[in-house]
């Protein structure tokens, strides 16, 4: 089994800042990909930022600049600090890792989702 437990949301004012945490456990032999997604009410879910395993990074362009994802060395946990926060970045966020688990079967994974609610 492999677990993703997210931690960090909360209510922050305009241009303010949160850093988010995405925890991955468990049966784990490879982490190919991790990053963040979110869902605001009413709009499909949709890309914030990820990481390959390779290092490579990829952003939404209306977090440019503002958002920057990292992981810790030991490559299991993901964090996404966001800064200048503004009101449409009001979503709930998901993490997403794709990894491999020490079956060698490769698949996607989500976090329960943590809710980021920034006020004008």
């Known amino acids: 089994q492999v677990q993703l437990v997210e931690s960090g949301g909360g209510l922050v004012q305009a241009g303010g800042s949160l850093r988010l945490s995405c925890a991955a456990s468990?049966?784990?032999?490879?982490?190919?990909?991790m990053g963040w997604y979110r869902q605001a009410p009413g709009k499909q879910r949709e890309l914030v930022a990820t990481f390959t395993r390779g290092g490579n990074t990829n952003y939404a362009d209306s977090v440019k600049g503002r958002f920057t994802i990292s992981r810790d060395n030991g490559k299991t946990t993901a964090y996404l600090q966001m800064n200048s926060l503004k009101p449409e970045d009001t979503a709930v966020y998901y993490c997403n890792a794709d990894l491999t688990d020490t079956r060698l079967v490769r698949n996607d994974y989500w976090g329960q989702g943590t809710q980021v609610t920034v006020s004008s």
């Open positions: 468990g049966r784990i032999f490879r982490i190919n990909a």
